[in-house]
């Protein structure tokens, strides 16, 4: 923990030293306020058509999917951000279509709640403080608003709920790279956004809005390098990894847990591959690890190995004003989920099938036809395999 307060210790004494400057030029530049801005999107989605077994569902992605779900807002979000004089941005974004429990739907919680801090004018060097994504895996970046797929991947997203965490991250990216990351949203081209080149940090561990229990802050750090060829299509590889101790806290009653503690090693390491759709695109995620895991046998949660990844292809089409893009996608994933009731065992194989229709800049429309083989077993369920189709509509507003 030595290096974060260095580093924050370092921040301090900059935003000090450039302060001087901000108030020199107090009266020419614009008031805080006038620098904010909003915006924000919605999801509406609509999952029982053609559906072929109810009892297929992913908690994880979609608790709307199977028994009796219906429409079904899945996201609702506000962002709010902005410039706070030169070296000091801020970004707040709560979602209005949280869903803590079955009984009740649209529950407000936040999402993000960080400000940046940087070092240099270029806003190179820039340290983020508060509850954000953290830097592990394209897809988990990717804001879902963005997204071609309805859903996260199983294999990355896994080990974060949300993908998000409170901690400290140090993100570093040249100029012309961090151009590029904007280029790569601006445009179309489902970018994950800026998280630097190079982002280290620390963070509790447990996930977004829940608190630290064992003391122990998880590491996690990712290298990733966009670069455009002579023929100016895109390409971008990375690997990352993280490790800390999870307490697991969601259990049913007589399952055995590890230790006292009930911690565990939380690991991983993965890698990405990203050709993106110009017009045709690849994106790849695959990784490794070791964490909780649920063994029916054995009615206890023990630590074991995990794996898992995907593939996705797509084509972007671009008929006038409007977007088309078709796209496939293949999932593996094998291991636990640490958050789920009893660190719940997975065994997925799936394939989806759909297009995206960019009406308009405001109107999106997906349509994606999902063949699911999901083995996902606790301790109120330990033989639950469930096979079975579904066709998943949703439209999108974006303002």
């Known amino acids: 923990m030595k290096w974060l307060f260095i580093v924050m210790g370092v921040c301090f004494m900059i935003t000090q030293q450039v302060s001087g400057q901000d108030t020199a030029r107090k009266s020419t530049t614009a008031k805080w306020y006038e620098t904010i801005g909003i915006r924000g999107y919605m999801q509406l989605r609509y999952n029982r058509l053609l559906e072929t077994n109810p009892d297929l569902k992913c908690e994880q992605c979609d608790r709307s999917w199977g028994g009796t779900g219906g429409f079904y807002f899945r996201r609702i979000r506000l962002i709010i951000f902005g410039n706070l004089g030169d070296r000091v941005y801020f970004y707040l974004q709560p979602d209005f279509a949280s869903a803590p429990s079955v009984t009740g739907l649209n529950f407000g919680q936040i999402r993000d709640a960080y400000f940046d801090i940087s070092f240099d004018k270029k806003k190179e060097f820039r340290v983020r403080l508060g509850q954000s994504k953290v830097p592990y895996g394209f897809e988990n970046l990717q804001s879902s608003q963005n997204r071609i797929p309805l859903d996260r991947n199983d294999a990355l997203n896994s080990p974060l709920a949300n993908e998000r965490d409170i901690g400290a991250f140090f993100y570093w990216a040249p100029a012309e790279k961090r151009e590029l990351f904007s280029r790569l949203v601006s445009s179309g081209l489902k970018g994950s956004g800026d998280y630097g080149v190079v982002g280290i940090g620390v963070y509790n561990g447990q996930n977004a809005n829940r608190p630290e229990l064992n003391n122990q802050p998880h590491v996690v750090a990712r290298v990733t390098w966009p670069f ?155 033989s639950n395999l469930q096979k079975g189709n579904l066709l998943r509509l949703q439209a999108q507003l974006n303002f």
């Open 228 to 382: 455009e060829l002579a023929n100016k299509q895109i390409i971008e590889t990375s690997i990352q990894a993280f490790a800390g101790k999870f307490v697991i806290t969601d259990t049913t009653l007589g399952v055995k847990t590890l230790n006292v503690s009930k911690g565990y090693d939380d690991q991983r390491i993965g890698a990405t591959f990203i050709l993106y759709p110009q017009p045709f695109g690849i994106q790849a995620e695959y990784n490794i690890g070791t964490g909780p895991q649920y063994i029916p046998v054995k009615n206890a949660i023990e630590q074991k190995k995990l794996s898992g990844g995907y593939v996705l292809l797509s084509y972007m089409w671009k008929p006038g004003n409007q977007i088309l893009i078709p796209f496939g996608r293949y999932q593996v994933y094998k291991g636990g989920k640490k958050h789920e009731l009893d660190a719940r065992s997975y065994d997925v194989k799936e394939f989806e099938l759909g297009v995206e229709w960019q009406m308009n800049k405001y109107i999106e429309f997906v349509a994606m036809y999902t063949m699911s083989n999901r083995r996902f077993e606790d301790a109120r369920n330990p």
